[in-house]
């Protein structure tokens, strides 16, 4: 039996592997990878690799085996068809009869478009058959924390948010939720809404960034159009742009606020306050 994770050298399956590594024995540990070169420490360190692609369906064809647990890390690729691709994954899982298949999702509550993926992979998933747990992952502190060079240069939080407050994790405390349940038992055919213990706001995220960086930091809340238009500004994809304008619209409506306490009763420990996330960030 192996414990398989796909888009192992990714942001978060990175930490996945990592954590793992402290759980079980390496040998138990296959890394599904598209580029092995980026998976060489892991190897290093006795980690099977296995190179396959979603947009390649043969290349699964005998990546898993029967009882194996599998974490599907929903792809980035979002121009490409992520349920189709994820339908590769879902359909080599049943064909080998995995013990269980770990999907990362997103919050149930959440209805932007970013969402529509996730609930078509979510369905395609129910309707294999395939014993299954839906790791339904509110956003990440990184997703801030990782972007606050503009922030620090223009003095300004800027986001389409207004007052919404949403429940954000860092990728370590999803990670370590998902080591929990590919690690543990009775997980099967399981649904966990997954986020942070304190929803906060950009007013305060603005204010601790304040605090942190003996700076004045204001939070300068806009229209959505206004905000695609910055982020096109900046580089980004029109379609990826609207994509993270239309999370900051469902923030806004309370829709990232995840009450369940599922993600620090996974792991056992408090999840990442956004503060601690951000004085990781300054010192980086």
């Known amino acids: 039996m192996s414990i398989v994770v796909t888009g192992a050298t990714g942001h978060l399956g990175r930490h996945v592997v990592e954590q793992l590594l402290e759980k079980v024995p390496a040998e138990q540990i296959t890394a599904v990878v598209r580029t092995p070169e980026k998976a060489a420490d892991f190897a290093a360190k006795g980690v099977k690799i296995a190179v396959a692609d979603y947009n390649s369906p043969e290349t699964f064809d005998k990546v898993f085996a029967a009882g194996d647990k599998v974490l599907l890390i929903s ?5 490409k068809g992520r349920p189709a691709q994820h339908q590769v994954v879902i359909d080599a899982a049943k064909a080998a009869n995995v013990a269980l298949l770990a999907y990362t999702s997103a919050p149930g509550s959440l209805t932007a478009a970013l969402a529509d993926d996730h609930r078509a992979t979510e369905e395609a998933l129910l ?11 509110s956003w990440y502190n990184e997703n801030y924390t990782e972007n606050l060079a503009a922030a620090l240069e223009h003095g300004a939080v800027v986001q389409a948010a207004g007052d919404g407050r949403q429940s954000t994790a860092s990728r370590a405390d999803y990670a370590a939720a998902a080591v929990a349940v590919l690690t543990g038992e009775g997980h099967e055919n399981t649904t966990y809404e997954l986020g942070g213990d304190e929803p906060w706001d950009f007013a305060e995220y603005a204010a601790e960034l304040s605090r942190q960086t003996g700076k004045e930091i204001a939070y300068n809340a806009v229209p959505v159009e206004t905000f695609v238009e910055i982020l096109t500004g900046a580089g980004l994809p029109a379609p990826f742009a609207a994509i993270l304008a239309g999370v900051d619209a469902s923030i806004e409506k309370g829709e990232l606020v995840v009450t369940s306490g599922d993600l620090s009763r996974l792991t056992g420990r408090p999840a990442t306050p956004i503060a601690e996330s951000i004085a990781v960030a300054l010192k980086g």
């Open 127 to 137: 309707a294999s058959g395939v014993t299954y747990s839906l790791l339904r992952n």
């Open 75 to 79: 792809g980035n690729e979002f121009d």
